[in-house]
């Protein structure tokens, strides 16, 4: 049984807790002990109230948002599912932007009698620069406008030229009311005009990425194990998680970035000797040569080996309260490989209304912008559109440890 991970992004109040809330409810995913403690706190409509399934903060709670990214599991007979609730303030955006990094498909949720607002248009696209294909526009709370088809057409035509902008590949329009279960888990009489699928439906068929770039072998060294003990004396083994690909017993490979070479002598996957292991388990390579090989390093199949460069060109979502200016210095981190540099410069910004770039001279809360950053140490370079997980790096505040922004390597 694969796995689908999705997300619920859109603006405040569209619907995004209870939404899923509905998901797990109607699809008999929600333990006794909690569906009897939901029933006793019904809302004043007496409707039971299924954004608490997701809300898990006292504040969400008290405020009836969400803040915090929650992340929810559950499982039908067709497939395994991880939801991740993303919070529609414009000030939580950068939370926002967490829960889609690992996501397969966004639900973009539309309140039907707002339609497409500014958030509908950031999510989007922050969405479409994190990789994810496939979108699912939910226009939510038909039941507030009548069910009208032409309300929901509008708000399509509206969306579609959002997704001409971007080139999204893959988008269903589905009309629902979270509130009341239509078109969530189950077809609704209520929207007989509507002939496409329930939300679940198209969950439940919609193919999932395993591995972004099976092609391009990504590995980087999280651990050196030295035993060094009587019975391990020269054990040498390298612990990590395999990015993408295949790694093979016998592959001839390079470490990155100081070049060398060397051959898998053996993989390791939970203490025992296998042939392969691919993306994304957990391995313990072991070479040949005693070479020099460090946490951050990269082990890449040599015929398949990324550049490795000092000058990236990147897009950088800020999620710092403080402005980013040109030649700022902090820290890249791209996996386990942590190395000092700088914004050598801001090259544009991308306007969120028209997604038009302009030139920019700082960064504020919340900003797409496109910049040079210079490293003090060559690192591996993955485009992000080529390799999702090994383009992806976050940069950090040198002096606090604050994460400060999302970054997708463009070129180098």
Same mark, same amino acid.
């Given at each position: 049984?694969?796995?689908?991970r ?9 619907g ?5 809330g509905?998901?797990l ?6 333990s ?8 006793k706190?019904?809302?004043?409509? $007496?409707?039971v ?13 008290e +405020?009836?948002? *969400?803040?915090?990214?929650a992340h929810k599991?559950f499982?039908?007979p067709r ?11 414009v000030q939580? *955006?950068r939370?926002?932007?967490? $829960? ?9 949720l539309?309140?039907?009698r707002?339609g497409?607002?500014?958030q509908?248009?950031?999510?989007t696209?922050v ?5 994810i294909r496939?979108f ?14 032409a ?10 030229a ?6 999204l590949?893959h988008?269903?329009?589905i009309?629902?009311?979270?509130l ?24 439940e ?17 999280q ?6 003990t ?8 390298y612990?990590?998680?395999i990015?993408? $690909?295949?790694y ?5 490979v390079?470490?990155?970035?100081s070049?060398?070479?060397?051959v898998?002598e053996?993989l390791?996957?939970?203490?025992q000797e ?5 993306a994304p +388990?957990a391995?313990?390579i ?10 951050g390093?990269?082990i ?7 550049? *490795?460069?000092r000058?990236?060109?990147a897009t ?10 040109p ?13 000092k540099?700088s914004?050598?410069?801001i090259l ?6 028209t997604?038009a ?7 504020q809360l ?5 910049? +040079?950053?210079?490293?003090a140490?060559?690192?591996v ?13 976050i940069l ?5 440890g604050d ?6 390597i463009?070129?180098?």
């Amino acid at each position: 049984m694969d796995l689908l991970r999705f997300i619920t992004c859109g603006s405040v109040d569209d619907g995004k807790s209870t939404l899923i809330g509905r998901l797990l409810y109607d699809s008999d995913s929600v333990s006794l002990d909690v569906l009897a403690t939901l029933e006793k706190r019904q809302t004043s409509t $007496g409707n039971v109230d299924l954004a608490l399934l997701t809300d898990g903060l006292k504040a969400e709670r008290e +405020q009836g948002i *969400t803040i915090d990214v929650a992340h929810k599991y559950f499982t039908t007979p067709r497939r395994k599912f991880i939801i991740t609730d993303a919070p529609g303030h414009v000030q939580y *955006t950068r939370n926002m932007v967490t $829960g889609a990094s690992n996501a397969d498909l966004a639900i973009v949720l539309v309140d039907a009698r707002q339609g497409v607002v500014e958030q509908t248009r950031r999510h989007t696209l922050v969405a479409a620069l994190l990789g994810i294909r496939h979108f699912v526009l939910a226009v939510n709370k038909m039941d507030l406008v009548g069910h009208d088809e032409a309300v929901f057409q509008q708000i399509v035509a509206d969306y579609a030229a959002i997704a001409d902008h971007l080139k999204l590949p893959h988008i269903v329009a589905i009309p629902v009311s979270a509130l009341h279960g239509d078109n969530i888990v189950k077809r609704s009489r209520k929207l007989s005009w509507y002939k496409g699928p329930s939300l679940l439906e198209h969950l439940e068929s919609v193919p999932s990425t395993a591995d972004a770039n099976p092609h391009e072998p990504r590995f980087q060294v999280q651990y050196v194990i030295r035993p060094q003990t009587e019975e391990l004396h020269d054990y040498r083994g390298y612990a990590g998680r395999i990015q993408s $690909g295949t790694y093979r017993k016998g592959d001839r490979v390079k470490i990155l970035p100081s070049g060398l070479e060397s051959v898998i002598e053996a993989l390791e996957v939970s203490q025992q000797e296998v042939e392969a292991a691919v993306a994304p +388990q957990a391995v313990v390579i072991r070479l040949r040569d005693d070479v020099d090989v460090s946490r951050g390093d990269s082990i890449v199949v040599a015929d398949h080996a990324p550049t *490795t460069t000092r000058n990236l060109e990147a897009t950088l979502c800020w999620m710092d309260e403080r402005p980013l200016q040109p030649g700022r210095k902090l820290l890249v981190q791209h996996h386990s490989a942590v190395v000092k540099a700088s914004v050598s410069a801001i090259l544009s910004k991308t306007n969120i209304q028209t997604y038009a770039h302009s030139a920019a001279e700082s960064a504020q809360l919340n900003d797409i912008v496109r910049v +040079q950053i210079k490293t003090a140490v060559p690192i591996v370079a993955d485009s992000y559109l080529n390799n999702r997980t090994a383009g992806a790096f976050i940069l950090v505040d040198e002096l606090t440890g604050d994460t400060l922004a999302a970054g997708l390597i463009e070129s180098s």
